[in-house]
C-alpha cells in the first residue's frame, strides 16, 4: 500500500483501495467524495421533500419524444470542458456552491459596523474618595549661610548652629484662605536634634514621655491609637503604621481640587524661643567673621535649648508657586523665594496672604531676607504610589510591610462648593484648633504677661484633677499623639496674634464635657547664673485659663469665637456662666471676650447643617420613642429644602436612605409624611442633576439603596409606597414645580422601585411563586394608578415640557421592561397597552418619537423572544413544546399548519410585543421622514440583535423560529410596494439600470422603471392578464386614473392590518428602503425551507406576486453603484439614531462582544468593475470610502445570493404552477422578471458564476416555456444576456455566450434536432433592439463573444454530425450584417429626425417578417417618447398593432385586419408587406398579445392627445373583452371612452389643443449633406413651435456636425436655384407652411382634428411683384401659392416626411385682392358665429377693418380695383365676384359692430361710438365708389335680423 492511500467501502460490500501522490491531493480527494456523497443524500432527502434535483427534472415534452439520453448527458459527451462542467451541474450542487463563504446579512451593515455596546448600561462605580490635583511635596534640607560644627567630637561637619522647625501648607490667594493643613517636618541633622534632649537623655517633657514608647516596635508593628485605650475615652481604635515610620516625615502629599495659578506653597520655619526675631536673626543676616558669630550663636542655642526646648517662636518664611496656570500644570522649575525674616507685626494668616500677593510684585516688596536656602520639591503623584498613610496615618495599599519612609497625606479644606464635594466614604473625624490673638495690653490681674505661651488641651470633664486626653496629633519627633500642644511664643508683646494649627482626633460620641482648655503662660526667656540651678518653675507662670465646649446646641460647628479669659480654674468650670459671675471664678477684665479662637471641623460622622441635623436628631428619637410626632417630623421634613447643596452631596447616601427609612416606616394613614418625603428626595435628586453629579445618584441605588421591606404589617414596602406617593406628586397640579423636577429626573425612582421589587422577591423567597402571586393587587393597582397619571404629562404637556416628557418616557419604558422580568407578563403587558392607547395617529411628530423609543426601550428585554412566545398557536400545547425539539418535525410533519403570517387580532394577542411593534412601524411608514427612519430602525436593530445574540445560535432552527415570528413584516412590505420600489434619491442619474457594467448605459436604457409590472399597477392590481408587452413601456395600469386605488385590494388589506390608510405618495427614504429590504431578506434566508413553502403555499396568488416583487426591489435596491459614486455620495445614511445625543438610549443591549461581531470577514473585493474605482474627488477619506465601497459590494453580492437561493427553492415548489399553459402565466412572467433583474443590475465577479448557474439551470428546467409557445421570455432573455455579451467584464462575456450558446443547443434539441429557428430569431430581433438603443457599443467585445459561440459549436463533439454548426454560423454572420447598420447610426446619434429615419428604413427592410419589424417599431416608439413626439410614439404602437392584427386575420384567427386601421391612419397599407411562408414561421401571436398591444395603444393615444381616435382602437377591443366576459376591464375601457369624449368637448370649447406646426425644410450642399442634398421635407413640430425655434434647431444640430461656420439658413421661401449657391456651405430653407385643403373636402373637415389628422398637403404663399420687388402698391401686387404634397399622411411614425410633388399657382394683384377680403370677412363670420364671443379679438378685426388709414386695408382694394375713374375693366367677372365680397364684408363688420354695442360697459362707450363713424364714412365712400348705396342693401337685411331677435 501507498502512504498516501485509503479505503472506499460501497454500499454492495465491495471496497476500492485508493492511493493519491500526496498528502494534499489524498486531503483533496477525500473532500470531494464527501461533498459527493452528502450532495447525493441531501438529493434524497429533497425528494423526500418533494423538491426535485436536475437529473429528475427533465421536462415531460423532452421524456416524451424518445430520446435515448437526457441533454445532460449529451452535453457530458461534448468535448468542450466548459459544457462537461456544465452538465454536471444540479440544484444541489449549485447550492452547495452558493453556500461557500457565506456572510452574515446583518454583519455587513454599516449601522452594526457602527454599533457601539459600550454605553447601553451606564458604568456605575461604588462611591470612592475623590481627590484633586495630587502632588508630593518633598523636603531635602534648609541650609543657612551661617554654618558651623556642632558635634563636640569635632569631625568638621557643619551644619546649621541651632535647630530649626518648617510647616508647609497652601495658601489661596484669590480666596485668601488657607486650603491645606499644615504639614511639619524636622530636617535638624542628629547631632543637631540632640541639642533638645535633656540631660538625662529623654526628650524634652513637653513630649509626654510616658506616651512616647507606648507603642514602640518594628517597621510593620501595629500601633494603638491611644496609649491609655483602656481608659474607655470613646477614641477608636484604628490600625496605624509603626511610629518610627512617622517621627520624621519628610513628604507630604497635598490634594488640590481646583487648581490655577494663584495657589503657593507656603513654608514658614521656627526656631526654640529665645529672644525677639530681630534679635534672633541680626547673626544670620550679619556676613562679618562668620566663624566666631557661629560659635557665639552656638552657645546661645545650646543654652536656650536646654532651658526653652519646648517653646517655639517664629524665624523666616519661604513661599513658591504651585501652578502654572488653571489646568493644574506643576511649576517645576520654580525655586522658593528667598527666605524672609518674619516680621513679628505680620503673623497671622491673613498678613500671610497680602505679604504673598506682594512678593508677585517685586518692585514693592521691600522684605528683608535671611541667607540660606530650603530645598523642597514637587511633583505629581504617580497613580501607582505606594507607602502612603492618610491624614489619619491609616496606611493605604499598596504598602509594603518593610518600607523605609511613608508619606502622608494632608488634609485639603475644600471650598463650600457642591461641585467639588463628594460622598463621604472614609472615617474621619477630627477638629482643627486656630487660636488667632489674645489682648492683654490693658489687663491688670497678672503683673508679667509679656512672652505668652498658649498650651492646648483636650478634656472630656471639668472635674478637679482630670486628666487632658491624648487625642492630639504630635509634632515630628513627638510621639503620634500628645496631650498637649503649644502655639509658638512672640517675644515681648502683650496682645500676640498666633498663627499655629492644632489638629485633635475626636472621640466617636462627643457628649456635652468634651471642651478644649487653653492656659496661658508668660515664659521668661533670660536665664540668670542661679536660674540654671533653679527648676523650671522659673521658666513658665500662669497668666490665664479660656475653655471652648465642643457641643452647642448638641452639634458641632465650624466657627470662629471671641473667649471670655479666667484667671483660675475651679473645678465644674464648665458649667458656669460668664454673666452671673460666680464668686468661685476670678475673670481677667471682668469677662471682656479678649481671646479669639477659630475652629475647623472634619467630619464625615456629624452633620454641621443645622436642618440636617435636627433631622437626624429627630429620626433617632423616633428610634427610641414608640410613636414620633407626625406634624414636628413634617416640620423637620420641610426645613431640610434649606440644606446647602454642598452637604447634600457630602452625606448623600446617609440621607437618602434615612428618607427612604421615614417614607417607608410610615403607616398608611400618614399619606402627608410620605409625600412631603418624597418631595425632599425629589429636591435632593434635581440638585444632584443640576450639579451634573447624577453619578452618584446612580451609584447610590447599585450599591448603598436596600429596600425597607418589612415583614410586619404596619409598614408597606418601598416600591409601593414610592409608586403612591409620586402618583401624588404628579396629581398635584398646583405644584408644578415639583411635579417638573419628578418627571425629569424619574428614572431615580423608577430604578429604587425596581431594586426594591428585586429585593422583596428575594427576600421572601417569593421568586418560587408564581408570577401571578408574587405581588399583592394593592401593588398593581398603584403601578396602574402610577401610569394613568404619568401620560397626560407626556401626551398633553409635552409641547410645555419637552425634556421633562422624554425622560419620563424613557424612565417609565425602562421600569415597565423591569416589570417583565419581575411581575405577571400578562399585568405588564396591560400597562404597555394601556400606555400605547394614549397615543393616536394624528398625534405631532414629537410625541411619536416618543411613541418609538418607548417602545425601543421595551423592546431591548434581554428575554424579548420568550416574551413573545415564539411558538405556532392554534396547536396543542405538547405539539408547542415538541416545536423547540429540533427532531419534532420528523415526528409530528411540517410546523407550519398554522402559519401566523397576517397581522391579525390573535397574532397581536398571543405575540404582544412584536404585534405592537409591526402595527406602530406600519402606520409609521405613513408619516414623516424622521418617524419612518426611527419606526424602521427601531425594527431593523431588533432583527439584528437577535440574529447576533449568541443563546439563539446554537441551532438554526431557533434562528428560524425567531424570524417566524416576524412573518406579517411581509404582508406590511407588500402594501409599501410602490414606495420600496422608488428609486433612491442617491443613484446617480449616469448609472441607472447596470451598476457595473456602465458600458452599457446610455442615457435612455437608464430608465427609472426598474420594477415590473405587478408593482407599477397601482398598487397589486393583478397584471393585465399577467402578462404586458413589453416591459420598458408598461405605464401603470391602462384604463385606470392614477388616483383611484383599488378598493378590493384595499378592504382584504385593511381587515388585517389595523386598519391603516393607504400609504400616501410620500416616497420613503433610502435609509427605511433598505432597512426594511434588509430585515425581509434576513428572515426569508432564516426561515426554514418548509416554512417558506408553507408560506407560498397558503397565501393569495397575489401575495406571491408580491414576494417575487420583493425579491426584485432588493436586487435594485442594493444594486452595486460603484467606488467612484459611493464616493460622490458619502452622506451615507445613518439613521439620525445614531447622532451622539441619543446614542445612550437607543443601543441595543446585545450580548456579544464587538470584536466577535467586526470581524465579519470582509473577503477582498476585487471584483468589481475596475472602471468604477477610478478617480475619486476629495471628501471622505480614501479609506472611508474604501471601506464603505467593500461593504456596498458585499451587501450586494450577499443579496443577490440569498434571492438566488429563495428563487431556486420557490422554481422547485412551484414547477407545475410555472409550467401552465406553456409558461405563459403570470407567475412565471414575474418569476422571469426577477431572473433577468440579475443580468439589469450590476452584479459582482462572485454573484455572477452562481448567476448563470441558475439560469442554465433554468433553461434546463423549462424548456417548453422557452421554445414553445408566447415567444416574450426567449426575447427577454436574448435582449438581457446578449447585453452582458459586450460587458468590459471577460468572465461576464464567456459566461454570457455559453449561455446564448446553451439556448441555441437546448432549443436545437428540443425541435427534436430540426432547427433553432426561435433563437435565432430572437437573437437577431435582440441585437436589433440593442443597436437601436445605440446600445451596443463595444462592438469589439461583441465581436469576440460571436467568436466564442461559433468556438462552441465546432467544438461540440454531439453536433458534430448534425447541421448545427452550420446553422450557428449563418446566425452569428446575419448579426454581424446587422451590426453594419451600427456604425450608421452613431454617425447620426445627435440627430433625431436622421437616427428615426436609418431606424425606420431598417423596420421598412424587415417588412416580410413581423417580429423583427415589430421590434424595430418599438425601438421607434422609445426613441419618439424620449423625444417628446406623442402622436409619432402612438402611430408606431398602432403599425405595430396593425401588424399583430393582420397576422392573426390570415391566420384566420382574427375578422379584421388592415382594413380596420385605416380609419386611424392612411399608411397602415405600409403592414400588408408581411410574407406567408418565411416571415410567419415562429411568430406566436395570439388574441391576447393584440389586445395587449391595442391596450398600449390606447394609452399612447391619450397621452398624444388625439382623443378622437381612441374609439376606433375602442371598438376592435370591446368585442374581445364581451367574448370574455371580462367587465371589469369593460367597465375601464369605457370609462376612458366616456373621459376621452369629455376631452374632446373641453378642447373644441377651449381651442387650447395644439397637434403641431409644419415647416418645409430643405437642404442644398452635396458636399455636406451627400444623397440628402436638394431633397425637401414637411416637418411635423410640437405645439406652437416658431420659425425661429426650429431654424436654431437646425442651426445648431448640423453646426455640430459640419462646423458652425459652414452651416447657413435660407430666410425666404423662394425657389432655390443650387447653381447660385456656393458650394463651400451647407444651406437649410426652413418655410412654414398650413396643411392645405381644396375648396370642396373644406366643408367635410370641419373640426380642427380633422384639419390636423391624416394631411399630406401643405401650403405657403411667397410674394412677388411684375418689377421684380418683393412688395409692391395693391394694384402691383400678386403672390405665388406654393402646394405641397408629402409621401405618407400626418401624423406618421417619423416626424419628418418627404415631399413628393409640388403645385404652383400664380395670383394676380385682383386675386390677391380677393383673397385678402375672403379671408377677412372668414374672419369676422365666424368670430361672430361662436357661442362665447371673444371680445378683444373681435374689437381688434373690427379696429382692422373700418379704421385704417387711407392708402390701407379693404378701402385701398375699392379703390384700386373698383373705382370706374381707374379701373376699365368693370365688366370682369373677378370685378363682380369682388364687388359681392365687399357686400357680404360690410355686412359682416355691421354684425359685429351690432354685438360690440351689447358687450361692451359704459367705459368702451366712446370707442364704440369712433368705430361706429369710422364705419358710416367707410360705407360712404365704398357706396360712392360703387355708385350704390350699400348700406340701404345692409338696412334691409338689418331689419329683418332685429326682428328675429325680437321674436326671440
Not at 411684375?1666 to 406618421?1692: D, I, M, W
Request: some cysteine; overall charge neutral.
Amino acid at each position: 500500500m501507498r502512504r498516501n492511500g485509503f479505503e472506499l467501502k460501497m454500499q454492495d460490500r465491495y471496497s476500492h483501495f485508493l492511493a493519491a501522490d500526496s498528502e494534499a491531493e489524498m486531503e483533496e480527494w477525500v473532500t470531494t467524495l464527501k461533498q459527493a456523497l452528502q450532495s447525493s443524500s441531501e438529493a434524497g432527502q429533497d425528494r423526500r421533500n418533494g423538491g426535485e434535483s436536475l437529473e429528475c427534472a427533465l421536462d415531460d415534452d423532452t421524456s416524451s419524444q424518445g430520446k435515448g439520453e437526457s441533454l445532460l448527458e449529451r452535453l457530458g459527451r461534448s468535448l468542450h470542458p466548459e459544457l462537461t462542467k456544465y452538465a454536471r451541474e444540479t440544484d444541489q450542487l449549485n447550492k452547495i456552491n452558493r453556500n461557500e463563504g457565506r456572510q452574515k446579512l446583518f454583519s455587513l451593515d454599516p449601522e452594526t459596523q457602527r454599533l457601539d455596546f459600550s454605553g447601553i448600561e451606564p458604568d456605575v462605580k461604588p462611591f470612592e474618595e475623590r481627590f484633586g490635583r495630587r502632588i508630593v511635596v518633598s523636603c531635602h534640607d534648609l541650609t543657612f549661610s551661617l554654618q558651623g560644627c556642632v558635634s563636640e567630637k569635632g569631625d568638621g561637619v557643619l551644619t546649621n548652629v541651632e535647630p530649626f522647625f518648617i510647616s508647609l501648607a497652601l495658601f489661596d490667594i484669590s480666596k485668601s484662605c488657607k486650603i491645606s493643613a499644615d504639614f511639619h517636618v524636622d530636617l535638624n541633622p542628629p547631632c543637631v536634634r540632640e541639642m533638645l534632649t535633656d540631660a538625662s537623655g529623654q526628650l524634652s517633657p513637653s513630649s509626654d514621655s510616658e506616651g512616647a514608647g507606648g507603642g514602640g516596635g518594628g517597621g510593620g508593628g501595629r500601633v494603638m491609637m491611644n496609649g491609655d485605650s483602656g481608659k474607655g475615652n470613646g477614641l477608636p481604635v484604628l490600625q496605624r503604621v509603626s511610629e518610627a515610620l512617622l517621627r520624621f516625615p519628610t513628604q507630604g502629599i497635598f490634594s488640590v481640587t481646583n487648581p490655577h495659578a494663584d495657589i503657593f506653597l507656603v513654608a514658614r520655619v521656627e526656631k526654640v524661643l529665645q529672644n525677639g526675631i530681630t534679635h534672633c536673626a541680626e547673626p544670620y543676616i550679619k556676613t562679618s567673621d562668620i566663624n566666631k558669630t557661629a560659635q557665639k550663636v552656638l552657645k546661645a542655642a545650646k543654652q536656650t535649648c536646654q532651658r526653652l526646648s519646648q517653646y517655639r517662636m517664629p524665624f523666616a518664611w519661604a513661599a513658591k508657586q504651585v501652578f502654572k496656570d488653571a489646568q493644574g500644570s506643576l511649576d517645576m522649575d520654580g525655586k522658593f523665594s528667598p527666605l524672609y525674616r518674619q516680621d513679628s507685626s505680620k503673623i497671622s494668616t491673613d498678613d500671610i496672604i497680602k505679604l504673598l500677593a506682594d512678593i508677585r510684585k517685586p518692585e514693592k516688596s521691600k522684605l528683608s531676607t535671611i541667607p540660606g536656602q530650603l530645598n523642597v520639591t514637587i511633583e505629581c503623584v504617580p497613580p501607582d504610589f505606594s507607602n502612603t498613610v492618610t491624614s489619619s496615618y491609616i496606611p493605604v495599599k499598596p504598602f509594603e510591610d518593610n518600607c523605609e519612609r511613608v508619606s502622608v497625606e494632608i488634609e485639603e479644606f475644600l471650598p463650600e462648593e457642591a461641585k467639588y464635594n463628594y460622598p463621604f466614604t472614609t472615617y474621619k473625624n477630627q477638629l482643627y484648633v486656630y487660636p488667632l490673638q489674645l489682648k492683654y495690653d490693658n489687663q491688670k490681674t497678672f503683673t508679667k504677661a509679656r512672652n505668652i505661651a498658649v498650651c492646648i488641651q483636650f478634656r472630656d470633664s471639668d472635674e478637679e484633677g482630670a486628666a487632658p486626653l491624648k487625642c492630639m496629633y504630635g509634632k515630628p519627633g513627638d510621639s503620634l499623639f500628645t496631650s498637649s500642644t503649644y502655639a509658638a511664643v512672640l517675644h515681648h508683646n502683650q496682645s500676640p496674634e498666633f498663627y499655629n494649627e492644632v489638629k485633635i482626633e475626636l472621640p466617636v460620641h462627643v457628649h456635652e464635657k468634651h471642651h478644649i482648655l487653653f492656659t496661658f503662660y508668660h515664659i521668661s526667656c533670660e536665664s540668670s547664673s542661679k536660674a540654671s540651678s533653679k527648676k523650671r518653675e522659673g521658666v513658665e507662670s500662669l497668666v490665664g485659663y479660656s475653655w471652648m465646649p465642643l457641643l452647642k446646641d448638641g452639634r458641632m460647628q465650624s466657627v470662629e469665637l471671641q473667649l471670655p479669659v479666667a484667671a483660675t480654674l475651679p473645678s465644674g468650670y464648665l458649667c458656669q456662666d460668664t454673666r452671673k459671675s460666680q464668686p468661685d471664678i476670678k475673670w481677667v477684665e471682668n469677662a471682656k471676650t479678649l481671646f479669639k479662637v477659630r475652629t475647623h471641623v472634619a467630619s464625615t460622622i456629624y452633620a454641621q447643617d443645622l436642618h440636617l441635623h435636627n433631622f437626624f436628631q429627630h429620626c433617632q428619637l423616633m428610634r427610641t420613642a414608640s410613636e414620633g410626632n407626625h406634624a414636628e417630623l413634617i416640620k423637620y421634613l420641610k426645613c431640610l429644602h434649606a440644606m446647602e447643596t454642598h452637604v447634600i452631596i457630602n452625606f448623600l447616601p446617609t440621607v437618602l436612605m434615612q428618607l427612604f427609612d421615614v417614607l417607608t416606616a410610615t403607616t398608611k394613614v400618614a399619606n402627608e409624611i410620605a409625600v412631603n418625603c418624597l418631595r425632599i428626595i425629589i429636591h435632593i435628586v434635581s440638585r444632584c442633576h443640576e450639579e451634573g453629579l447624577e453619578h452618584y445618584l446612580r451609584s447610590f441605588i447599585k450599591y448603598v439603596f436596600v429596600a425597607n421591606n418589612h415583614a410586619s404589617g404596619n409598614s408597606a414596602n418601598t416600591h409601593e409606597v414610592l409608586a403612591t406617593a409620586v402618583t401624588a406628586v404628579l396629581k398635584q397640579t398646583a405644584d408644578f414645580n415639583t411635579s417638573n423636577k419628578l418627571l425629569k429626573y424619574s428614572w431615580f425612582f423608577f430604578e429604587t422601585m425596581a431594586k426594591s421589587m428585586a429585593q422583596y422577591l428575594q427576600e421572601g423567597n417569593r421568586i418560587k411563586m408564581p408570577r401571578a402571586q408574587r405581588f399583592p393587587d394593592s401593588f398593581h393597582q398603584a403601578l396602574q394608578s402610577l401610569v394613568l397619571s404619568i401620560t397626560p404629562h407626556i401626551t398633553i404637556r409635552h409641547m410645555e415640557i419637552p425634556e421633562e416628557a422624554r425622560c419620563i418616557n424613557l424612565s417609565l419604558a425602562n421600569f415597565i421592561k423591569r416589570c417583565l422580568t419581575f411581575m405577571n407578563r400578562g399585568f405588564a403587558f396591560g400597562l404597555v397597552n394601556h400606555y400605547m392607547c394614549h397615543f393616536s395617529l394624528k398625534d405631532p411628530k414629537v410625541l411619536t418619537e416618543m411613541k418609538f423609543d418607548f417602545l425601543m426601550t421595551v423592546s431591548n428585554h434581554e428575554h424579548f423572544i420568550p416574551l413573545n412566545l415564539p411558538m405556532a398557536f392554534g396547536r396543542t400545547k405538547m405539539q408547542r413544546v415538541q416545536d423547540f425539539i429540533p427532531y419534532a418535525t420528523e415526528l409530528f410533519g411540517p410546523v407550519e399548519q398554522s402559519l401566523e403570517f397576517s397581522l391579525t387580532e390573535e397574532y397581536c394577542r398571543n405575540h404582544f410585543l412584536v404585534g405592537m411593534l409591526m402595527r406602530e412601524v406600519a402606520e409609521a411608514l405613513q408619516q414623516g421622514p424622521e418617524i419612518r427612519q426611527l419606526a424602521v430602525s427601531i425594527l431593523k436593530n431588533l432583527l439584528i440583535k437577535h440574529a447576533m445574540d449568541d443563546r439563539y445560535t446554537a441551532f438554526k432552527n431557533q434562528q428560524a423560529r425567531i424570524c417566524l415570528l416576524y412573518l406579517p413584516l411581509f404582508e406590511l412590505l407588500y402594501q409599501n410596494l410602490k414606495q420600496l420600489s422608488a428609486t433612491p434619491h442617491t443613484s446617480s442619474p449616469g448609472l441607472g439600470l447596470n451598476g457595473s457594467r456602465d458600458d452599457l448605459i446610455t442615457a435612455n436604457s437608464a430608465d427609472s422603471r426598474i420594477i415590473s409590472t405587478a408593482i407599477e399597477r397601482d398598487h397589486g392590481l393583478p397584471a393585465q392578464n399577467g402578462h404586458v408587452v413589453r416591459r420598458e413601456d408598461s405605464r401603470g395600469s391602462l384604463f385606470l386614473d392614477p388616483g383611484i386605488p383599488d378598493s378590493i385590494e384595499l378592504q382584504r388589506r385593511g381587515s388585517t392590518m389595523s386598519s391603516s390608510p393607504m400609504p400616501p405618495i410620500g416616497r420613503l427614504g433610502h435609509y427605511e428602503i433598505k432597512g426594511l429590504l434588509l430585515s425581509f431578506l434576513h428572515i426569508v434566508k432564516t426561515l426554514s425551507e418548509d416554512t417558506l413553502m408553507a408560506y407560498w403555499n397558503k397565501v393569495s396568488p397575489q401575495d406571491i406576486m408580491n414576494f417575487l416583487s420583493l425579491l426584485e426591489i432588493c436586487l435594485n435596491q442594493f444594486r452595486y453603484i460603484g467606488k467612484r459614486n459611493i464616493g460622490r455620495s458619502q452622506e451615507v445614511c445613518v439613521s439620525k439614531l445614531f447622532s451622539s445625543d441619543r446614542k445612550s438610549q437607543t443601543m441595543p443591549a446585545m450580548r456579544c462582544n464587538r470584536a466577535s461581531l467586526m470581524q465579519t470577514k470582509i473577503h477582498q473585493f476585487n471584483t468589481m468593475e475596475a472602471s468604477l474605482t477610478l478617480n475619486i474627488g476629495t471628501g471622505p477619506s480614501e479609506a472611508e470610502i474604501h471601506h464603505q465601497a467593500l461593504l456596498e459590494g458585499n451587501i450586494s453580492t450577499e443579496v443577490c445570493l440569498s434571492v438566488l437561493d429563495i428563487l431556486s427553492l420557490f422554481t422547485q415548489c412551484f414547477k407545475t404552477q410555472l409550467l401552465d399553459s406553456e409558461g405563459h402565466n403570470p407567475l412565471m412572467k414575474k418569476v422571469f422578471d426577477v431572473y433577468l433583474t440579475f443580468l439589469k443590475v450590476g452584479q459582482s465577479e462572485a454573484a455572477l458564476r452562481h448567476v448563470f448557474a441558475i439560469l442554465r439551470a433554468f433553461i434546463n428546467k423549462f424548456p417548453s416555456v422557452l421554445f414553445k409557445g408566447r415567444v416574450t421570455l426567449c426575447e427577454a432573455l436574448c435582449c438581457e444576456v446578449l447585453k452582458c455579451c459586450v460587458s468590459k467584464l471577460g468572465t461576464l462575456r464567456a459566461e454570457a455566450s455559453a449561455l446564448l450558446y446553451l439556448l441555441m443547443r437546448n432549443n436545437y434539441e428540443y425541435t427534436k434536432r430540426k432547427t433553432f429557428l426561435r433563437t435565432h430569431l430572437q437573437i437577431i430581433i435582440a441585437v436589433s433592439q440593442l443597436i437601436s438603443d445605440v446600445a451596443l457599443t463595444g462592438s469589439s467585445r461583441f465581436q469576440e463573444s460571436l467568436s466564442i459561440i461559433n468556438n462552441f459549436a465546432n467544438s461540440d463533439k454531439a453536433m458534430k454530425s448534425t447541421a448545427f454548426p452550420s446553422e450557428v454560423k449563418g446566425l452569428t454572420k446575419r448579426i454581424r450584417t446587422v451590426l453594419m447598420a451600427t456604425a450608421q447610426m452613431r454617425e447620426h446619434e445627435k440627430d433625431p429626425e436622421m437616427l428615426l429615419d436609418l431606424q425606420y428604413s431598417l423596420a421598412r427592410s424587415y417588412a416580410s417578417t413581423p417580429e423583427l419589424r415589430r421590434t424595430w417599431l418599438d425601438s421607434m416608439a422609445r426613441a419618439h417618447l424620449k423625444n417628446g413626439d406623442l402622436s409619432e410614439a402612438a402611430m408606431c404602437y398602432v403599425h405595430v398593432a396593425a401588424l399583430v392584427a393582420e397576422y392573426l386575420h390570415r391566420k384566420k384567427l382574427f375578422p379584421s385586419g388592415l382594413a380596420a386601421f385605416k380609419k386611424i391612419t392612411f399608411n397602415i397599407e405600409e403592414e400588408a408587406a408581411m410574407k406567408e411562408d418565411t416571415g410567419m414561421q415562429d411568430v406566436y401571436y395570439t388574441e391576447e398579445v393584440l389586445v395587449e398591444h391595442l391596450e398600449v395603444c390606447v394609452e399612447a393615444l391619450w397621452k398624444a392627445e388625439r382623443y378622437e381616435l381612441i374609439t376606433h382602437i375602442a371598438k376592435l377591443i370591446i368585442p374581445i373583452y364581451e367574448k370574455r366576459h371580462e367587465y371589469e376591464k369593460l367597465s375601464r375601457l369605457y370609462d376612458t371612452l366616456h373621459r376621452a369624449y369629455n376631452k374632446i368637448i373641453e378642447v373644441i370649447q377651449s381651442g387650447r389643443r395644439l397637434l403641431g406646426t409644419y415647416f418645409r425644410v430643405a437642404f442644398y450642399g452635396q458636399g455636406f449633406f451627400e444623397e440628402e442634398d436638394g431633397k425637401e421635407y414637411i416637418y411635423k413640430e410640437p405645439k406652437l413651435t416658431g420659425l425661429s425655434e426650429i431654424s436654431q434647431r437646425l442651426l445648431t444640430l448640423y453646426g455640430e456636425k459640419f462646423g458652425p461656420e459652414n452651416v447657413k439658413i435660407i430666410q425666404d421661401s423662394n425657389k432655390v436655384n443650387p447653381k447660385d449657391l456656393d458650394p463651400k456651405f451647407a444651406y437649410v430653407q426652413v418655410t412654414f407652411v398650413k396643411p392645405y385643403f381644396e375648396e370642396k373636402e373644406a366643408p367635410e373637415k370641419k373640426t380642427d382634428f380633422e384639419k390636423c389628422h391624416n394631411i399630406n398637403r401643405f401650403v405657403f404663399e411667397t410674394p412677388y411683384t411684375l418689377s421684380g420687388k418683393k412688395h409692391g402698391g395693391v394694384e402691383e401686387q400678386c403672390k405665388r401659392r406654393s402646394v405641397l404634397t408629402t409621401a405618407n399622411t400626418f401624423p406618421y411614425v417619423k416626424k419628418r416626411v418627404e415631399v413628393i410633388g409640388e403645385k404652383q399657382v400664380e395670383l394676380k394683384p385682383v386675386d390677391v385682392a380677393i383673397d385678402e377680403m375672403k379671408a377677412r370677412t372668414a374672419e369676422l363670420t365666424k368670430l361672430c358665429s361662436s357661442q362665447e364671443v371673444d371680445m378683444i379679438q373681435l374689437q381688434l378685426k373690427l379696429q382692422g377693418c373700418v379704421s385704417v388709414q387711407v392708402n390701407a386695408g379693404p378701402m385701398a382694394y375699392a379703390r384700386a380695383f373698383l373705382d370706374d375713374s381707374k379701373s376699365n375693366q368693370s365688366g370682369n367677372k373677378k370685378i363682380k365676384d369682388l364687388k359681392d365680397i365687399f357686400r357680404s364684408f360690410v355686412q359682416a363688420c355691421s354684425i359685429a359692430l351690432d354685438i360690440n354695442e351689447r358687450l361692451i360697459k359704459e367705459d368702451q362707450f366712446e370707442y364704440h361710438e369712433g368705430l361706429k363713424a369710422n364705419f358710416k364714412d367707410m360705407v360712404k365712400e365704398l357706396s360712392d365708389i360703387i355708385h350704390e348705396q350699400v348700406m340701404l342693401l345692409y338696412l334691409d337685411f338689418h331689419r329683418q335680423m332685429m326682428a328675429c331677435f325680437n321674436v326671440l
